[in-house]
Structure formats: C-alpha cells, structure tokens
C-alpha cells in the first residue's frame, strides 16, 4: 500500500462517508480519498472491514475504523489540538452521543421507507419521517447548533442526509422546509461552514444518483420515458414504480 | 457534595443491567428505582421524553439515557477500573464491537428465538455469534483479563439468552460451535460486578417461557 497516512475508503453520494469527510475537514487532515465500487467491492475494503464489508473505513497508519460516528470520535479524539467536535462536558457529550444515535437509529432507515414503500404506508413513512425531523428541531430549538454554540458530533451526524432532501421531498412529494423551517434554517447554517459545504455533494446530483441507482437495479424502464427533468416545480410528476418520481414531457 | 445518582430501570432488563455492571465497576452508590413498564412514571416521561424506555440514570439532577451512551458516561466521568480502552484505536474498535452485538448480534437472535429455532434464523444468528467466537481471541474476556465496554454489551448473551433458549427448548449458542463463548458466558455471569445484578434463573425462564408461549 502506499504512503498515505490517511486514507479514506469511501462512496461519493454516501451520507455515512460526508460525516468523515466533514470531520477530516474540520481538522484539517490530509489524507488519501478512495472512490469504492460498491458493485464490485475491492480487496482492500473486505480486507478492511470484513464484518460489514462497507464504507466509510478510516484507515490511519494501516489500521481500520469502520462505522462512521465511530470514525468521528476517533479523528477527534486523535487529532485533539484543534476544533473540537465533543463537547467538553461529559454530561452535554452524553448529549451529543444519545442525538447521533438517534439520527443513526431513526433518519436512514425511515427515509428508506419512503423510497421502497407505496400507498399508505409510503404516506405513513412520510409522517414518521416528518416526526422524526420534528424531535431533531425541536433538540435545536433557539441555539445555533444542536449542543449550543459551536458546531460538533451531532450536528455532523445528521447535517449529511441534508444533501438528500431534496430526493426524499420529491419521491414523497411534501417539502421539509415548509415542515421544518428551523431545520432547514440550522442546515443551511452548517452550510456556511467550508467543511460542510466542500463535502456535501450538490442536491440535484444525488437526485440524478439516485434516479441511475433505481434504474440500474430495474425499479423503472426508462426506455419509456421520452424525457426526464430533475428539476422544475412539483406539477406534473407520475410516480412510474413505488420507489420512483420521474417528471415526465411528452 | 456527594453526588446523587439514581437508576431508573426495570430488574430483569439486559440494558439496565449494563448501567448497573458499569456503576459497579465504578464503585459508585446509587438509588435504583423500579419502573413499572406499562404504567411509566412521569419522571421517566420527563427524563426520557423522546424514547420513554429505561434504563434512565439521573446524576445530580442531569439524565442521561441509551444504556451504551449511559455506559460511556460512567467511564467519562469516573475514574477507576476503566471500561474503555484508552488507545485512541482500541477504543474505536471497543466501540465497533459494541455497535455489532446492538445493531446486528441481539437482532438476529431475537430473530431465532422469535422464529422458536427456525433453522435458516437460528443459522444467521449462529454467523453473527461466529464473528464473536473469533473475537475473543483466547482471551477470557472481550476486554482481556477484565472485563470491557463490549463485554458489558453483550451482557444479554452471557445470561438472557441461555434463560430463552431453556424456555424455547432451542439451543442457539451452543458448546459445540461456540466454545470460547460459552466460557466467557459462564466467566461473564461469575464476575462480582455482574452476579447481583442478575435476576434469579427461574424468574428469567418463567418470564421466556410466558412470552413465547411455552408455559
């Protein structure tokens, strides 16, 4: 293996790999980024996380760390001589760890849901989603960032899914910021920072990910589409398959 | 000032009894108070508004609740025996270790017990265990000679599912497959930091044996 460091094995479009990225960024660290195939995975990835066999994997002078919350902790904790992500207070890092769970336990998997579920159970995965996202405004309430001043652990952990909004509102047709305003509000302040704004990929490039992703694995024919628009005003739009939007011109 | 601790739990909870194994390891004094699972007291509402589940521990007036998050606590602020590794890296992968027997290990034996030894449940559950088995590396526990945040979180598997598994009639963890596992299991139970936490055999195997329907 070479001389990196650092390397980072990772998947563009992957919330989980931008909390990484946004906490090397944070730091400052140099390291190594490694595009992986998730279609084809590489003998350094099953090498490096043979359990999971997924990314993001942290590798730091040739040792493994794998799960990405666990990563965070460990850049902070290693590179602890500037910006730190925890807070000082044990009992408000408590804090920060029981709201990255939670993000972890409740974000990804309910958003999943709106994506593979259809009829009433998509519109209450939609509901749950929402609710969700509720509790995690209501955690931040006044303050800037969700353990108070300064930007950190938790506030990491779920800024990442904010890059994929814009696919959730579209495949579920209802808008976040109308839901959540002070989310938003709170996401877009994260944006101002150069670490979050230099790692989150732009919206409409994960939609069209998103899109490929679906048409690859046969959830739409898109041969029968004469053409399709990512962008543009919700009017319109024809859900061709459970999991999928397109917006359709003929 | 003394400090105030209280536990809020629920004797015979696999996750409040990781608090109280960290708690004792600390040597810490604390007030347990009992929950009664279909009627929560307001204070666990107010203290766990969000999950609303115990176990909950309440140090000078702060809670803090999610039994691992809890667990991380107590090692925070506490000084003594340590329950995490303090290498940078040993720590993150005491704490992969954690998140393996939460997110996939308990699942899919629940999932096995669920099933009352289904073979396709009980053979993913016994591939998670493997992953466990070679783990342990010869060493008595997870941590080494003492025990560790990831013995702490497989606290259930040491005690809890032998008491299902007696119950069901199903054998998931066995000695056959499993042997580094099933001596840490009766290590685990032996540890004077565990043994009073535990509930009474036949009251976990009573409990099972109402639940799945094995009366």
Redesign the interface.
């Known amino acids: 293996m070479g001389g990196s460091e650092v390397v980072l094995l990772d998947f563009w479009p992957s919330m989980f790999g931008m909390r990484v990225r946004i906490a090397l960024a944070e730091k400052g660290i140099e390291y190594e980024y490694k595009e992986q195939d998730l279609g084809n995975k590489s003998p350094l990835l099953l090498e490096m996380n043979p ?1 999971h066999k997924k990314i993001p994997v942290l590798i ?1 002078k040739g ?1 493994p ?3 990405s919350c ?2 965070v ?2 850049i902070d ?2 590179w602890n001589d500037k910006s730190p992500l925890m807070p000082s207070d ?2 408000v ?3 920060a ?2 709201w990255a ?2 993000v972890d336990k409740k974000v990804y998997e309910t958003s999943k849901k709106i994506w593979t579920l259809k009829g009433e159970e998509h519109e209450n995965a939609k509901k749950e989603f929402i609710e969700i996202l509720k ?1 995690l405004e209501g955690q931040i309430g006044e303050k800037p960032y969700f353990m108070g001043e300064s930007f950190g652990y938790a506030d990491i952990a779920l800024v990442t899914f904010y890059c994929w909004f814009y696919t959730f509102e579209t495949l579920g047709n209802f808008s976040i910021e109308k839901e959540c305003p002070k989310l938003i509000a709170w996401a877009k302040r994260c944006m101002q920072r150069e670490s979050v704004s230099k790692t989150l990929p732009d919206s409409k490039k994960i939609y069209d990910f998103f899109i490929e992703m679906k048409t690859k694995l046969g959830h739409v024919d898109m041969r029968h589409v004469l053409k399709v628009e990512s962008f543009g005003s919700f009017e319109g739009d024809v859900f061709l398959e459970p999991c999928q939007l397109v917006r359709i011109r003929y | 000032m003394a400090d105030e601790v209280k536990l809020y739990g629920f004797r015979g909870s696999p996750y409040g009894c990781r608090v109280e194994i960290a708690l004792n390891l600390k040597g810490i004094e604390y007030e347990f108070i009992q929950e009664d699972l279909s009627d929560k007291s307001a204070d666990l509402i107010k203290y766990n508004p969000v999950h609303k589940k115990i176990p909950v521990l309440m140090h000078n007036g702060k809670p803090i609740s999610e039994s691992l998050v809890v667990v991380e606590y107590i090692d925070d602020v506490w000084k003594g025996v340590p329950i995490l590794p303090r290498d940078a890296h040993e720590k993150a992968r005491a704490r992969f270790w954690a998140k393996f027997i939460d997110d996939k290990c308990i699942p899919a034996v629940f999932k096995a017990l669920g099933s009352h030894g289904q073979e396709q449940a009980v053979a993913e559950a016994q591939e998670q265990l493997q992953f466990l088995e070679n783990e342990l590396k010869g060493n008595k526990f997870f941590g080494g000679d003492n025990i560790n945040l990831v013995d702490i979180s497989a606290t259930y598997l040491a005690y809890w599912l032998g008491g299902a598994e007696e119950a069901i009639g199903i054998k998931v963890l066995t000695k056959d497959k499993f042997p580094k596992l099933t001596e840490w299991c009766e290590n685990f139970v032996n540890c004077q930091t565990v043994k009073d936490t535990l509930i009474p055999r036949e009251i976990l195997v009573a409990f099972y044996k109402k639940r799945f329907g094995k009366a």
């Open positions: 359990i730091h040792k760390i794998s799960e666990i990563i902790q460990y904790e290693t044990p009992s890092r408590a804090q760890r029981f769970d939670y509790v």
